[in-house]
């Protein structure tokens, strides 16, 4: 159920949480988290301020949908059918609840509006099943047992999928990422309420792209270097072989160390190839996306079926230096 916006969750990767109630600030707040390469938000109906207070989150909602058409704005702590009623209105495109309403639920598939009730426990699980949903939030996340927990859950549920919210840091952001049965994360350290209330977009940016960073876990895997045979190859192995990067000899190749391969024929690119490690190919296919690189599908490596399971490894179409650039998961 919710395919489509379960696809583009996990795109996004990373949905700051946010708490703000003053519309004349949520332009400039979602200009910055765009900035820092974030395209997602959950606004949350946190408020001691009663009636007004939603209201004025509800217009927070319509204002970013209005300023960016093309960020996806959820509604968060919706927990209450009126809530989910309220959210919609303002153009929320999927609703969050910090625990497992039926009503909410209920309410929101009888309208089509895509739902992530939050669970941490397998009896929870069950009744979300029940419900037909199949991608839920882990709240609170470090609380509940962290990677832990949702370790031990995708045994006896290999088909969920959870949005992990609750004590999530810069810091922590990639051990959740390497889970399996992660489909996104959520938090607010780029989001503080003393940042949004003091106006410091800037400093908002700069935190959200260290978060971007943090989530597509980019690192160096090797550089890639084309040779014009067996014998220049074995060559360029033995000069490395000196500086401690001792070769591996393989039908194509040879691996000097981990950091360097050695192509025996020229292979991709004028010069060779650099990869690149990622916590998720596709989710980095979306990001480098927005800077004109796309993905050369006829390199394409899957785990399982072809279109239908997760992506292994692939090269992008924009060479840097004469080395053409690939992502392989880690």
């Not at 050369?296 to 060479?319: C, H, N, R």
Request: charged letters at 20%.
């Amino acid at each position: 159920m919710f395919e489509s916006m379960n696809e583009e969750i996990e795109k996004a990767g990373l949905i700051p949480v946010v708490t703000i109630d003053r519309p004349e600030k949520a332009e400039k707040l979602a200009a910055a988290l765009i900035k820092g390469g974030i395209r997602a938000v959950e606004i949350t109906f946190r408020t001691t301020d009663g009636q007004a207070g939603l209201e004025r989150i509800a217009e927070c909602i319509r204002v970013v949908n209005r300023a960016h058409p093309d960020m996806l704005v959820g509604a968060g702590t919706v927990i209450n059918a009126a809530l989910a009623q309220k959210a919609a209105a303002a153009g929320a495109k999927f609703i969050v609840s910090p625990g497992f309403n039926p009503e909410t639920v209920d309410y929101c598939i009888s309208e089509s509006i895509p739902v992530y009730p939050g669970v941490n426990c397998a009896s929870q699980i069950e009744a979300a099943l029940g419900k037909g949903l199949s991608v839920l939030k882990f709240f609170p996340a470090e609380a509940s047992g962290g990677v832990r927990t949702l370790n031990a859950l995708g045994g006896p549920f290999p088909g969920v999928r959870f949005m992990a919210t609750g004590g999530i840091t810069e810091q922590n952001i990639g051990e959740y990422m390497k889970c399996g049965n992660i489909i996104s994360v959520g938090g607010s350290w780029m989001v503080k309420e003393p940042l949004i209330a003091e106006e410091k977009w800037d400093e908002i940016t700069a935190i959200s792209k260290k978060a971007v960073n943090a989530m597509l876990g980019f690192s160096f895997a090797h550089v890639g270097i084309n040779f014009d045979g067996d014998a220049a190859a074995s060559e360029g192995a033995a000069v490395l072989g000196l500086f401690g990067y001792e070769g591996t000899e393989n039908p194509a190749s040879w691996f000097c160390g981990d950091s360097f391969e050695l192509m025996k024929k020229n292979g991709r690119g004028v010069h060779g190839h650099i990869g690149f490690y990622t916590y998720n190919v596709e989710r980095a296919l979306s990001y480098l996306s927005r800077f004109g690189f796309n993905p050369v599908m006829e390199t394409a490596q899957w785990y399982g079926e072809e279109q239908k399971s997760a992506l292994k490894f692939i090269y992008l179409d924009k060479p840097v230096g004469g080395f053409e650039i690939h992502l392989k998961r880690v």
